[in-house]
């Protein structure tokens, strides 16, 4: 096992490439890999494939990024179950981007995306599923519909999905690569195992005897992972299980900068929000710093409530 | 039982759902009003229902509130049992699932959803009209699930005889064993709850059909909003108002934020 | 939720019925279900098909029963990747039986029966491995080799195992079938999940909020479990991680009892063993007591000792 | 480094196999001397290998000894990840495995590996002349692991052309490309060790070849013991008997109890 701490600036120039397909962790708002995709920005990126089951401010922020400065930023492609932000509302930047036909993109379900990762955390060329049976998202999609040579009913083929690189935000990590997930763990073991490359930002950064004195809480083990990162925060505005719960206005308050853009307003307010909080700011900590005190305790509380968790 | 007199189009939907779902079943609750009406189940007459959240959480007891997220940590606190997507989705394609619970924009007469995109399919899947969110996890209760309850706002253009895309399939074209030869499981679509009444699906044909009226609608006014012609169930009813209490509960206890139950402008 | 509490009698009359194909849990002599074995022995049973990936002495007892008394218990058919005792020796049963040609059976790998089960679990007719591409295996069992639709390369697809019943020995249950289990999960999850029916033994039998007090550490969730029974020892003399070590004399002891068999020798001393423990006692409490204080209190200690836990 | 003078045949396969191991690979270990060769290595030159054991436990630090089971909970105690079976062969069927480390009853000169039944096959499959425990995981070692080590007793009626059975498949019948043709990944048989040397498998004809001899044997001996051609390396040495303080290692630290490693008779 090799030390792979290293800088978030570093990580990402190290593994993030132009054309790349990226696997974003989490679950809609819920540990996304917000940290990264600040720095992905910052750094530029270009002709990228995103793929997620269901996710919120990653692909907003990642798009975002592509309406305000698409000279810095391009996304190619999107393979997806759902893009929103459940009670915030809806992914503006999708609407943006699909209705102008400014993206490929392919429709899957949640189960659909998930079991595509699975088959390729387990070194599979397809997964054999029920959900694209019947309905269009066969018809828009790769999903192969065959007789199971055992029932001869039919069932669903779909395609593994092996990210270039995956983009995973956890609670806990040793300097090698194992991590610790509470709460749900999406498909991030998944994605993790399937992508070529992985980078992991962790609220928590501890000894390797630590975090293994429960192995069974260890989702993503060491040889999935590539970079680790020590970033707190690192999911906020949205949620993280154990450290803060949403900052549903920081959500709001983005979407409201790219909602006149989908009625044909200008980039303006996008632009300025990029300007102020990523590409004026050197480091995700900066951004963070930008919020209140008494904010970020206060979301901090409420998710050691919902937890019922004393410190 | 005071009756209320200020409830909105969402609260009757909100009540309608909960009074649907039966005590101590497993329910795969999809996201927005489908987890309010769970919760006012739970709160009310199914202190046993199992709701499942498609992050992973089985059976969490929502002490908390309502979830924002069916990613939210309110659904993991004291739940029978936490994965992530794929142990949720494998233990509903195994069959464990008594309803799937799920919301929709366009609906057709066999129950089948639109959750993807409004415009001209396959033409224009590219760059649709309006780009709604996707599936999310709906087509896959739509598949797996022993029965679907469905919510749809009642309005004539999101209620047609063809969708613009088939995201959740429910009875398909209304054939005999239709979901089955297409490798599906389950019943399918076993209530529909709008704006404008409760529908089922008649056993024959498949086909939406009126069970209850709600206050204000009669079955010719829903007609008249439909874009296909609906069947009519012979003891139709109407659905009575949501009393104050169970408004009071929505208002102050289950959605005290508004976060799917949008408040009425003052 | 209901509550699943019975006693082991009665689940076993009310789940284990003739001809079915019965999925046994745990891994070689790890977390095996003895208890149940024990009852379904005093039980009787017939024309059985046992389902596992690698076991010891569970089926060590079904088939020695099948030896000592057959009139009384009769397996039909076995689907394994192993059948032995690792350090403590060869299945003398599993020779005995095969070598007269007295079952069926059908070679697996530990991946390909725990890939069978898993696939039972998720409710598919069938799972893609890579396993028995070439070889003997995929020439003596039910696998189909196909070419991927996407790749074009070959790919082998097994059957579903869906057990008419699973047997599962677990660190803790509660009344509604909620299971933790510590160490390898082994295959428990997914044979639970496969089956139509599941009894569950288990070391504690513990309220529902303390069960559920860190939700990731169930591994079986109730609508999984139709009995829950409380058996201390329940996998003796095998492990239980947290529990117990392996008592390796008393795993050799019964196996010197059917080696003679193996080469032509006579009944007599098997037919003695089961009648001291298991059909000369009522329960399985019975036959721990058997056991010296001294000898229970020393494997705890020695598993207490592995765990680096203190009581 | 005295040497020793009165190791075992199995002893001095324990310390071949040791040797062979590298520092910081990760290594898929099946039961028996597989665990006890790796846990020399562990202790002796490569204190940073990680041991993955098909019960589920990977990279455990094996602090409390050797297992007698690969499901032993001295595998789990400090393990960096532990789930069941499927999550143990999943990660090495995605390629994580930099080397299988197999046992066998048969092997034929591709290193192809029986470990089934000896007997009549396919004729006599359903009642075998002798019938071994079956794969347990080591055929999926062998065809999903980078590369695999094996350990065979060696006897001339179990060195053979034809196997009863393949269990686990090495370079198949030996032809180019043989493994990537019928599905497989990773390089195959690297080494096999034996009770009277070490071998490779030439890289054109995948032909099993003498590599070093053990002590007391010669080239010769142990062709006269294989019941096929042997290829014979350009350099063949002979591999150093184990040291006294291997072979205490072995006794008192590594298999005490002789739980795999027999104690030679007094």
């Known amino acids: 096992m090799k030390d792979k701490r290293m800088t978030l600036k570093e990580a ?282 008494k904010k970020l305790i206060a979301d901090q509380l409420a998710e050691a409530y919902h937890c019922e968790r004393l410190a | 039982m005071t009756v209320s007199t200020d409830y909105t189009a969402q609260e009757i939907i909100v009540v309608a759902g909960a009074k649907i779902l039966e005590d101590n079943k497993i329910v795969f609750v999809g996201t927005g009003l489908p987890m309010v009406a769970s919760l006012l189940a739970v709160l009310t007459h199914a202190p046993g229902l199992i709701p499942v959240f498609e992050a992973g959480a089985v059976g969490p007891p929502l002490k908390h509130g309502l979830p924002i997220s069916v990613g939210d940590s309110k659904t993991f606190t004291g739940a029978s049992y936490v994965k992530g997507l794929n142990g949720a989705f494998e233990l509903t394609q195994r069959g464990f699932a008594d309803f799937g619970f799920i919301g929709g924009a366009e609906v057709d007469m066999y129950g089948n959803l639109n959750s993807t995109m409004m415009g001209d399919f396959p033409a224009g899947y590219g760059k649709p009209k309006v780009r709604l969110p996707g599936s999310g996890g709906a087509s896959d209760m739509a598949a797996s699930c022993e029965r679907t309850i469905l919510i749809v706002p009642h309005d004539k253009k999101k209620f047609n005889q063809k969708l613009s895309y088939v995201t959740s399939p429910g009875h398909l074209d209304g054939s005999p064993g239709a979901r089955q030869k297409a490798g599906m499981q389950g019943k399918g679509p076993y209530r529909l709850i709008t704006t404008r009444g409760i529908f089922d699906f008649e056993e024959k044909s498949k086909r939406m059909r009126i069970l209850h009226t709600f206050p204000g609608e009669t079955v010719e006014s829903i007609q008249e909003n439909t874009g296909f012609e609906l069947l009519v169930a012979p003891d139709v009813t109407q659905f009575a108002a949501p009393t104050v209490e169970e408004v009071r509960l929505i208002r102050e206890v289950v959605d005290p934020n508004g976060a799917f139950v949008k408040r009425a402008a003052k």
């Open chain 1, 12 to 293: 990402v120039s190290r593994f993030v490439k132009p054309g790349d397909n990226v696997g974003i962790g989490g679950f809609v708002n819920i540990r996304q890999p917000i940290a990264i995709c600040h720095e992905m920005i910052r750094q530029g990126f270009k002709d990228l494939t995103l793929s997620f089951q269901s996710a919120g401010m990653a692909p907003e922020l990642l798009a975002g990024a592509m309406m305000a400065r698409p000279d810095h930023c391009s996304i190619k492609r999107i393979e997806l179950a759902y893009w929103g932000h459940e009670a915030f509302g809806l992914a503006q930047a999708w609407r943006y981007l699909a209705e102008r036909g400014m993206i490929e993109f392919e429709d899957w379900s949640n189960y659909n995306m998930s079991a595509r990762f699975k088959a390729g955390a387990m070194g599979l060329p397809f997964i054999p599923t029920r959900g694209p049976l019947a309905g269009d998202i066969k018809n828009t999609s790769r999903t192969k519909i065959v007789d199971c040579p055992f029932t001869n009913r039919p069932i669903a083929l779909l395609p593994a999905s092996n990210p270039n690189v995956a983009l995973i935000h956890v609670q806990a990590a040793d300097m090698y690569g194992n991590c610790i997930i509470r709460g749900t763990d999406a498909t991030c073991a998944e994605i993790s195992m399937a992508a070529a490359h992985t980078i992991v930002t962790c609220e928590q950064l501890v000894s390797h005897e630590l975090l293994v004195s429960n192995p069974k809480d260890i989702m993503i083990p060491f040889p999935a992972v590539d970079a680790v990162i020590h970033v707190p925060f690192g999911a906020y505005p949205g949620a993280c299980r154990r450290h803060y719960y949403f900052n549903g206005d920081a959500i709001r308050e983005y979407l409201g900068c790219i909602a006149p853009m989908v009625k044909g307003g200008s980039a303006d307010g996008l632009k300025a929000w990029f300007d102020e909080n990523i590409f004026g700011v050197e480091t995700f900590e900066d951004y963070i710093e930008k919020f209140s005190t």
